[in-house]
């Protein structure tokens, strides 16, 4: 808990602060040089996945603020006072990032933000009609409306297990490491802090990514109109490109 606020004050500093920079036109140094840059690099991503520049305009600042949000609390997780620090046997500090209702939080704000997109495109009976199909018209599609469902809800629960597993296992390695080398932790452990800080950066980047992709997903239609409409594009394209030459 102390180190989910922590994390919340230095994230809104880090926003708030980038931000009076920017606005303001103030000379910029290496730390807001490195958050503009990675803002920006993260937008573009959203960009090229989402493909439509309004709709990533509204939905580029979630994604690219969980990114930020994982890999602060990563890092915090990781400091040497976090865990051996203990009232009655309980940790004082413990990482945010490892506690499995964070990060199930974090996937279940990913699947809601990906249903209100997906509604704003397909409307609420289109986007319900993703998933509920009448079975004698479309017993295909009512089955795959079936999985998708199955999807959803897979998704949610990898996103999230997939994330705790990745901040544990790295708590536990710096752990078994200073208890192996005992007095000699002070030299063995720099070499494994850099590699969880390479670490944090991935796991953040992996988060934002599949956040990106599974709201793409909903914002695609299966729907039988726009593959007609898609195979008719298809075939006019077809019809308007040149005869490939026999050889």
């Known amino acids: 808990m102390l180190m989910g606020v922590m994390g919340y004050a230095l994230l809104i500093w880090m926003f708030v602060y980038t931000a009076y920079v920017v606005k303001n036109n103030k000379k910029r140094n290496t ?10 690099g993260l937008y573009n991503t959203v ?23 994982v890999i602060v609390q990563y890092y915090l997780g990781i400091l040497p006072f ?12 413990r990482g945010f990032a490892a506690d499995l209702n964070t990060t199930f ?11 209100i997109y997906a509604i ?11 998933y509920l199909r009448n079975p004698f018209k479309d017993p295909a599609g009512a089955f795959e409306g079936i999985l ?4 959803e809800f897979s998704r949610t629960i990898a996103l999230s297990m997939r994330l705790f597993g990745n901040v544990f296992a790295g708590e536990v390695l710096l752990v078994m490491v200073a208890f192996l080398t005992d007095y000699f932790s002070v030299a063995a452990l720099p070499p494994f802090y850099i590699f969880e800080l390479f670490i944090g950066g991935i796991q953040a980047y992996i988060f934002f990514m599949l956040t990106t992709v599974f709201v793409s997903l909903g914002l695609m239609s299966h729907g ?8 008719a594009h298809s075939s006019s394209a077809n019809a308007q490109a040149p005869a490939p030459a026999r050889e």
């Open 31 to 40: 730390f807001v040089k490195l958050i503009v840059w990675a803002y920006e």
């Open 47 to 69: 960009l090229q996945v989402v493909g439509d520049k309004e709709i990533a305009k509204k939905f580029a600042p979630l994604p690219i603020a969980m990114f930020f949000f």
């Open 82 to 93: 976090v865990g051996p620090i203990t009232i009655d046997g309980v940790p004082l500090f």
């Open 105 to 115: 939080g974090l996937a279940i704000l990913m699947l809601v933000t990906a249903q």
């Open 120 to 130: 704003k495109v397909h409307g609420f009976f289109g986007n319900a009609g993703r």
């Open 148 to 151: 998708e469902i199955f999807a």
């Open 224 to 231: 039988p109109h726009e593959s007609a409409d898609s195979h």
